[in-house]
């Protein structure tokens, strides 16, 4: 029986979308004996009639095929995976095509023949930014959970908060008093799960918070804080 310490864990899942059933053979082969789970697809058609795409995941995309093309599709896993990085593979692609891919967030372009150590590399780097993608959209989630928690004041304290403002300015700018707005701050510390405001500041650096209404707008321009 095989020691369970011998038994290669699982680096993450590997879609491979192609026409050319060689191509989708010998990948398999390469990519499961380096501990990736496999899934074939003979075109992008073939694989929308069940998009599923799993968590963390390559998918290595030709880019010429019969029916939807690679970039065709590489538009709609935005839709359906935020977390999915995508390599291209092709024997005969156009610059176009090229920027294309790139410019929507292809990973890497790799032109055939390659060779098995280059996709190796390009899965592994692929891979490990998918994994990245998979941490970042799960903060992002938490944070957008904790955020719809906090009341529509909460939320415009939050925003105040966030770009520096103390109790006593915050409250100047709508003619609150200064304790109420350091209730309402505790509050949004609390809900937030914060326990600093750098922490807080950090947690919201990747997220959209409402602007504030359109009086209070006016006064912030002015002082270069809009």
Known sequence: MQAKSDVLEPKGHVLVIDDDASVRRS???MLEREGYQVTLHESADEFLKDPVVPTPAVVVLDMRMPGTTGV???SQLKTLSHSAA???VSGDSRP???ISAMK???VDFLLKPFTAQTMLETVAR??????QLVVQTHKQLKVSERLSRLTPRELEICHWMVRGYSNQQIA???GGAAATVKLHRARVMEKMSAQSLPELIDMLSDMDLPAPTNAIKAVLEPLGQG
């Open 27 to 29: 990948l398999s082969t």
């Open 72 to 74: 065709a599709l590489q």
């Open 86 to 88: 995508v390599v291209f």
């Open 96 to 98: 176009d095509e090229i």
């Open 104 to 106: 929507q967030g292809a």
């Open 126 to 131: 692929a891979m490990g930014l998918a994994k």
């Open 172 to 174: 100047s700018l709508d």
